[in-house]
């Protein structure tokens, strides 16, 4: 059956106009919430929607939850940048998006459900929300929701987030196939995702036959500033008795960024003396004095990959969930040196080939 025949056929089903159906089945936002339900519904058993083009977005005004960070540049730029994102994938299409803020993990949950229960509210996507209350809330109202980085330990709702195991994995393990043994590792853990990076940053020491000492190989930080992780590193080689490490992996550019400016001022070389790798979204790797080799978490494709995933919800409603886990991506460039097997780390040098001695 052809598409037309097929509009056609609808609209004697469902007692509507030809230009009604083929309106709702466009995606547009000129027709009655009753209309629309009732073309739907038709389409849906007449198996039209399977046949659909899967960038058709089928519903016209959307909420996205996200913590407050999320909406400002100078807060979190990832977030901002993912927000960005979904705005763009939705661009192509008939949809109005709304914004609110929610805590990450003590969520108001009554204000979760006001917004959810708007009539103009078709679906959700929630951005780095952790409660789990507010998980089962949206998996209760029944409307189409996608998740974001985070995770809904019921299992009721799909969501796509980076492979934070793996992405870690896959730094540790450059790092080692570039010659280095002793790595120290700058990370913040406030969110259970960073965990998991360590968790894979460990594996891959297991992977080298070398043993990860919290002690030795790891350095904590409170978050992601440039600031605080200049004085970690400052404070870490005033401290230090013996080699110094062959490299330092940074959980994000900013980190990476500070680590640089710390050594610099010790009279370290990078990547001559210490080498600097960050694991990121891109946000300063390539504009430093030194520019950053780096484990690009995806960014931009996690509100591409919602929105799609978002489609397919409205496609196939009772369809298994899962979660999509979207795989790093390394850029090398000048802030890691490979280290010949069986040398050493070339001594400190402070004065240049031509200085006066």
């Known amino acids: 059956m052809s598409r037309n025949l097929k509009i ?8 509507l106009s030809v230009s009604t159906v083929s309106r709702v089945l466009a995606g547009k936002s000129n027709t009655s919430e009753a209309a629309r339900a009732r073309v739907m519904a038709c389409a849906r058993q007449l198996g039209v929607l399977n046949e659909m083009a899967a960038g058709r977005l089928l519903l016209n005004n959307l909420v996205v939850f996200a913590p407050q960070r999320a909406f400002d540049e100078r807060s979190d730029i990832f977030y901002y940048r993912v927000v960005q994102s979904i705005n763009k994938a939705l661009a192509p299409h008939d949809v ?3 914004y609110c803020a929610l805590e990450e993990e003590d969520s108001d949950a009554n204000l979760f459900l006001a917004r959810m229960n708007e009539s103009d509210t078709e679906a ?30 019921k299992m009721r709702l799909p969501a796509v ?7 870690g994995e896959a730094a540790a393990r450059y790092l080692f196939d570039m010659g280095h043994k002793h790595i120290v590792n700058l990370l913040c853990l406030r969110r259970y995702t960073m965990e998991w990076r360590l968790a894979g940053i460990k594996a891959g020491w297991e992977a080298s036959n070398l043993a990860f000492e919290d002690t030795r190989h790891l350095i904590v930080a409170d978050g992601f500033s440039a600031r605080e992780s200049e004085a970690l590193i400052s404070r870490f080689l005033a401290e230090k008795n013996g080699p110094l490490p062959s490299a330092i992996l940074a959980g994000g550019d900013f980190m990476a960024a500070g680590a640089v400016t710390a050594l610099q001022k010790a009279g370290l070389r990078v990547p001559q003396d210490v080498s600097v790798m960050s694991i990121d979204a891109f946000n300063l790797a390539a504009i430093q004095d030194v520019p950053l080799t780096a484990m690009h978490v995806p960014r931009d494709e ?36 490979r280290i010949r097997s069986g040398k050493s780390a070339p001594g400190v040098r402070h004065n240049g080939l031509y200085d006066d001695q």
């Open 96 to 98: 109005r998006l709304r």
């Open 161 to 167: 987030a980076p492979d934070h195991r793996l992405i």
């Open 302 to 337: 996690l509100g591409e990959e919602a929105v799609l995933m978002l489609q397919q919800r409205l496609i196939r409603p009772h369809s298994t969930c899962g979660t999509l886990l979207l795989n790093g991506t390394l850029v090398v460039r000048e802030s890691v040196r």
């Open 8 to 15: 056609a056929h609808i609209a004697e089903q469902t007692g």
């Open 124 to 153: 959700a996507i929630l951005l780095g929300i952790d409660s789990p209350h507010i998980h089962d809330l949206a998996a209760d109202v029944g409307k189409p929701c996608v998740l974001i980085n985070c995770r809904d330990v």
